[in-house]
Every structure is written in structure tokens, then in C-alpha cells.
């Protein structure tokens, strides 16, 4: 994007990229992969557990598991060809290795057959992204205890999968092999699910993935994962300090993401990390070397695709000097289990802490014409707005295709709509997207109520 | 409760204080739109205060006291209730008289909630960017709730740098007018270009010592040269001799010996060019253009005219580029040609001077004792003086026209 961004601006530009293919994490092994799966996992499990519901009888399915990870990388491989024509039309030059600075106006990229290669350039822009981290007493051997980028290419639907850690990816990924067969087991440290969205939509979530089979083992410290033979035996310390043992035939580390920096040579250029190794930059996205930009993974904030394309953006532009902003309390959070969860702005508890005086606003799916068709009546839609003023301050979404509906809270957010304005402006009917102007309604009826 | 207020309005550039005349309305008085509230008075003249909007009237300042303009003679409370009327009017009257201020009001309730709104002031993602890049900083939304949108930047960029014309732009009273006839106005929005223009223009002002020479040239022996070879040129050249290549001709051997003509200041440096890069102003369809003639001091005549006839043209078939018309050291701007006798020209910013040519006018003049009838063209030179001393520019002055006046010199 950052790329992209810097070629139409007239900036000779080139990409270093390490791995045969570009496009990063999201694209190989990331976003677009887990939702391709998502997509075939939530068609299988629709097909066993709702065509009967609808009036489909369809009898003796099969799953063909090397044929949906086959669909999986087709789609993968897709999506990089329109990256590497991108590359092209843009005139972007692509050099294939590994960058690592000599000096901030050069960088040597070695290529994976032990070629040399120096690129000389004015500025640079770090976008290394992130790689999977583990915790104290798990160690990742990939065969067994496996990351998000393994568990895309078992060889075979595990039968008891343990997922440590009740983020998006180890939900997302726990919903995919439940949606299969296997018997999954979250196990997480904190008293709830995906932190750093909503708790209403935590709790919603983890209400919804138990009818569909995830087992969720809350407040539980893993102690050590280890393989023995074709399984993986799991310890962790529940809230009563009692040792709690799980075995599977796998383990997957969903515990987050550690920023990539290895080997890039920041020492040459006197750049230091900070706690969490990541790379600090200025207001500019600009790190303490002049002209050596960082964006997305590598430097703080949510470790999320359209954040980092937000960011590649905002450099680009910031380099040919214009003056583009970035408003990093209007970039969503998605959740792709089925139904979505969505959210963007303040959380509920965020306000609280603050002591905001706020409302909220609720409308459930249920209550949605287009839900009951649909058979999709689990969630909601919620507000929290101003309550002097009506303006929306975050906007909370769990149910059906909610990763879409976000979109129009975002615009709400940027523009800093009231709850009425939203309830005042026409919804589709019958839309999912009615929610959200019902739970607008909802937010500003009350405040005429308290009037 | 929303509250106009009323200022006083600019009778006129040059004034600066009013005295309250006579208030012809009374403090708690409910005033219509539009009427006539107070009366001014000035050194020059009197001037009605109008109601800006209906409602209950509070007068701030007395009869008598002395403000300045723009001072708040009174406000106007636009929520309050239009009392019953006790008189007889027919009620088609009352209807009227009751309803067109209820309207009003409306409006300007709405208005005024909009710009209360916690949201005024609040720009979109677009206009954000533009107002950082601007650097526009209290920019009015007109956006729903005062939101500024894109076009609110614009219109702000638009008027600051026209702000001479909106201090005038006050609801000043007119006369009342004596003649008949259409008194429409059109408005029109400033091209991107003309707004640019505009804004150098008075940056040069502003921010140079700019002052004018004169002379004038005898174009006699132009004129007999031009006869003798104008045919013998076109052959041999394909192009008319025209005056354009002569006077940068003469101004780019002019500029070998007074180098501070030909230079610019940059910060606290000033910047010497050994070369002539001329600018020559050239009416084009969008307005001025001042496209560049590159190296003018090696060109030939020829070379010369011709560039100058491939810049006009691209000039007037708006094709001209950044390029093109950027670096000039020095420029040239002919009046002449729409007849203009005597002008100063305005600097070309960064540069230090501009040459002005005129209208060719047969003139008596004293030769030798006698009085002859010469073609003279008067000459204008506007210089930065802070770079160039008055002797220099005069003196260069003096050598482009001895130049033109014995045109075998520089050719040579």
C-alpha cells in the first residue's frame, strides 16, 4: 500500500520482500487464508447443522479437507498475482530478499540463493511486520504446538485441537476446526475473550461459539505445553492455583504477535526498540533516524492490516509533503467468527474509566426481519454516545456480516455523527444494517426521556 | 435563546469612527427584519443600522457615544414572541406581518443551534488534510452542525486572499441611487490561477523595495534596421524580426555588465547567475503567463524569436508547463501592445527586475538643434532595491537604451 501510495505520487520506488510472494502476513498466511477457510468451514457446518432447518435434505456429506485447503491456496495465489501486477502497472520495482541496513541511504539485501544486492535510496520505510509469539514454558515446534501459519496447512482435521489464548485468531481459527469436527479447547489467561473489544461482545461471542462446541477455560495460566508421541499435553493453573491438564492431538500458540525486526540492521543505523520491540516513531511515523519511516506491525498500536494500510498511506504522503492525517480511534476491530463481531471507537469500560458521562443504545438481531429470514438472530447492535450531546463515541457490533456493518460507524465517527443524525438517515429494509440505526434510535430516544 | 448581534457597519475605507446618531426604535422594541433601527452619522454622511433579523431589540450603545466600526450597537433576541398587534389592520395584514417573521425565525434558530452544535468547527477527513496543508487554521463549517467540509477550506483560502475586498464587502448603505436602471452583479469565483496570482502580486508589494526608472528610446534605428532586413531575415531564418528579440537582445548584454539586475536574494544571500534566463509576459486565455527563454545571453536573434513564438503559442493554448515558466533571472512585459504609454511594472518574484516597453508614438524631438519627429518608445525599469543600488539600474537603464538606439552595438 505504502508503495503503491509512494509510485502514484511519482516517487521511484522499490519493495524488498524476503518470502516469494508479497503481500505480507495478511495475505499468505494471515487474513486472506483464515477466511477462505472460514468461508468453506462455515458452508460445511451450515450444511450438516441448518439446511434441514431450511428445508434442504441433504444427505451423506463428506468432507474433502486437501480440497478446501486446495481452494484456500488458489484463492492465496489469486490475490498475490493482482499484488505482483500491482507491482507492475505502478512501475514498483521488486527485489527479493533479505533487506538489512548498511547506513540509512543504503540497504543490502541478500537473496536466498547468496546473492548480494546494495539499493541506494533517500528514504525508507520499515513495514517488516510481526511473527507469532509464544509464552514462558511453551515452546513452538511447529509439528505439534503450531502457530496461526501451521494450523492453515494441517495435514489433517485435528480431532482435539487446545487453542491457548481467546484472541481473534485463536477464535477464528478454533471456530474453523470446530465448524470440522475437532473438539476445541480455548484456554485463556484473562476473566474474558477478545480483550480490546467491547465486553458486551466478548461475552455475546463467547455465548454463541459455546452452542456451536468451543469449550473456553477462562482465567487460566498455561504452565507448559508438551508433545508426547502424536499428542500435546497442556498444564495451566486455573483461578484457584489448581493444576488444570489438557491433551490434544494438537496445540495451537494464539497468544499474539511479536514485531519482526530480526537482522534488519537497525543497529547500523543507531535505532533501538523499546519494551515490546517494537520501533518508536514520532507523530510523523517517522523513526529517530530522518527519512526511515515505520508503519503497521512493527511499531505500536493494533496489529491490524487496514491500520497498517492507514499508515503506508499516511507515509507516503507525508513524504511528498502533504499533510494527511490518521485518526486511529476510527480504525475497526473485526471478528470473523459467524456470526461477526465489529467495533470502533471507545469501548464501554474505556468510558467508564473515564468517567464519561455517556448512553447507550442496543438493538438485537433478533428483532431484525432480515436475522429471522436469515436464521442469523444471534447478536446486537450497540451505541454509546455523548449524553449531552448525542455524539456517537463507539459503536458495537455482534451478528450477522457486523465486519461489513462497521464500515458505516466509521463514517459516523470521522464525520463525529449524533445518534439521531444516524437514526435520522434511511436504512435499507430489511438490512442487518437496520440494527444500527434502531440502536441509534434507541441512544437518542432515551436522552429525550431524561429531558 | 439565540441572540443577533448587530455591528456597526464601514462607512468607508478612510473611516474609522461613528457617533450613535438618534435610535429610531426603543430598547425591548420588537423590530422587523430589514427596518431601519438607528441612525449613524459620520463626518460624511448618515447612515441607517438595519435589523438584521426580527425580534426584541436591546441597544448597547447611547446616542451620542463614539465607536468603532464593527463595535456592537445593539442585539436583537430572535426567540422572543411578536406582540399582538391591538390595531385594526385587515387580517390579511396580520397574517403577513405574523408569519413572515415566525419563518425568519426558524431559520436563524436553526442556524444558530447548527453553530452550537458539538461538532462545529469539526473538519472532514479531506478538509482536514487541506486545512494542514493550507495551513487554514478558524475556517467556518457550513456543513450540517458547522462542519467544515472541503468546500469551507477553499472558500476560507479564497478570502483570506482577497480580505481587502470582503472588508469593503460590508452592508453599507448605498445612496440612494438617482439613476435608473440594471444594478445586477455578477460574482464569479476566482480561478486557482488568478487567486495565485493575486497573491504574489501582493507579496511583491509587500515584501520588496520596489520602485521605477524611466527613459525613453529613439526607435529610429531600429525602424531602419528592421526595413533594411526584415525580408533578408525571414528568408534566411523563416521567422519575422520582431521588437521582442531586439529588446531581450539588448537586455541580456545590458545584464553582462550590471549583474546585480540580473540576480535574486535568497535569505540572506544574494544569488548572481551567470546566464540570462528571460522572462517574457505573454497574455494568455487564463491571464498572465511569464514563460522562460533559457540561456537568452548565447541565443541568436533568430534563436531567440523563435522561442519566444513557441512560448506565446503554447501560452495561448494554455499548454504551457511549471517548467516552462519557473527560474526566470529577469523579465520583459510589453504594454505596448495594448497601447500602454507609460506603466511600473510589478517584479516577477524572486527576481530583481522588470523591463516595461511601451507604444512606439511619433514624438518631436530635439536632435542636434533641431526638432525632428522620432518614433519613441518610453521605457520603465521596476527594480528591488534592495539588491540593486539606483545608479545600477539607471545606468543599466541608460545601456539598453543606447543599445536600441545604435543597434549595430550589441549585434556585434
Known sequence: MAAIRCAQLGMQTAIIERYPTLGGTCLNVGCIPSKALLDSSEHFYNANCHFEAHGIMAEKIKLNWPRMRQRKDDVVVQTCDGIKYLMKKNKIKVISGHASFSDSKTISVSGTNGSKETVNTERVIIATGSKPSSIPGVIIDKKRIITSTEALNLEKVPEKLIVIGGGVIGLELGSVFSRLGSKVQVVEFLDRLISGMDFSLAKEVQRFLKKQGLEFFLNHTVQSAVVEGESVKVVAKNKKDKEVEFSGDYCLVAVGRRPFTDNLGLEKISLTLDDKGRIPVNEHLETAVPGIYAIGDVVAGDMLAHKAEEEGVFVAETIAGQKPHLNYKAIPGVLYTWPEAAGVGFTEDELKAENYNYKTGNFPFKALGRARASMDTDGFAKVLADKDTDEILGIHLVGARAADLIAEAVVALEYRASAEDIARMSHAHPTYAEAIKEAMLDASEKRSIHM | ?412
Open chain 2, 1 to 412: 435563546m439565540s441572540i443577533v448581534e448587530i455591528k456597526i457597519p464601514s462607512p468607508g475605507e478612510s473611516i474609522t469612527e461613528v457617533e450613535i446618531g438618534s435610535w429610531l426604535k426603543v430598547d425591548g422594541d420588537y423590530v422587523q427584519l430589514d427596518e431601519t433601527i438607528c441612525e449613524i452619522e459620520t463626518d460624511k454622511a448618515t447612515l441607517p443600522l438595519i435589523a438584521e433579523s426580527a425580534g426584541r431589540l436591546k441597544i448597547l450603545l447611547q446616542e451620542g457615544e463614539t465607536a468603532g466600526i464593527g463595535d456592537v450597537a445593539c442585539s436583537i433576541d430572535t426567540d422572543a414572541e411578536q406582540p399582538k398587534i391591538n390595531s385594526s389592520p385587515t387580517s390579511s395584514e396580520v397574517i403577513a406581518k405574523s408569519e413572515e417573521p415566525s419563518k425568519r425565525t426558524t431559520i436563524s434558530d436553526e442556524a444558530s443551534s447548527a453553530s452550537a452544535s458539538y461538532a462545529a468547527g469539526h473538519p472532514s477527513p479531506a478538509a482536514r488534510k487541506m486545512m494542514a496543508e493550507q495551513g487554514a487554521t478558524d475556517v467556518s463549517g457550513s456543513g450540517p452542525g458547522g462542519r467544515i467540509m472541503t468546500q469551507d477550506v477553499e472558500m476560507h483560502l479564497q478570502q483570506n486572499q482577497d480580505y481587502s475586498a470582503s472588508t469593503t464587502d460590508s452592508k453599507l448603505e448605498a445612496p440612494p441611487p438617482v439613476v435608473s436602471g440594471s444594478r445586477s452583479i455578477k460574482r464569479e469565483r476566482m480561478s486557482r490561477l488568478r487567486r495565485k496570482l493575486a497573491e504574489r502580486l501582493v507579496a511583491v508589494k509587500n515584501e520588496t523595495a520596489m520602485l521605477t526608472t524611466f527613459n525613453e528610446v529613439d526607435m529610429h534605428a531600429i525602424f531602419e534596421l528592421r526595413s533594411q532586413s526584415k525580408e533578408a531575415f525571414l528568408q534566411k531564418f523563416n521567422i519575422k524580426l520582431g521588437y521582442m528579440g531586439l529588446f531581450t537582445k539588448a537586455c541580456t548584454e545590458a545584464l553582462k555588465d550590471f549583474p546585480a539586475v540580473n540576480a535574486q536574494i535568497d535569505g540572506d544571500q544574494i544569488v548572481y547567475h551567470d546566464y540570462v534566463d528571460m522572462g517574457i509576459a505573454v497574455s494568455a486565455p487564463k491571464g498572465l503567463m511569464v514563460p522562460v527563454v533559457r540561456n537568452a545571453e548565447s541565443l541568436t536573434l533568430a534563436q531567440i524569436e523563435f522561442e519566444i513564438a513557441r512560448l506565446a503559442k503554447r501560452a495561448r493554448e494554455n499548454k504551457l508547463s511549471i517548467d516552462e515558466m519557473e527560474g526566470g533571472t529577469f523579465s520583459i512585459t510589453n504594454g505596448g501592445v495594448f497601447g500602454s504609454m507609460l506603466s511600473t511594472p510589478i517584479l516577477n518574484p524572486p527576481q530583481s527586475a522588470i523591463l516595461g516597453m511601451h507604444n512606439i508614438v511619433e514624438r518631436p524631438m530635439a536632435i542636434e538643434g533641431k526638432v525632428e519627429i522620432r518614433p519613441v518608445m518610453y521605457l520603465a525599469l521596476s527594480y528591488d532595491h534592495r539588491i540593486v543600488d539606483g545608479q545600477q539600474s539607471v545606468s543599466f537603464l541608460v545601456r539598453v537604451k543606447e543599445f536600441l538606439e545604435n543597434p549595430t552595438r550589441m549585434l556585434v
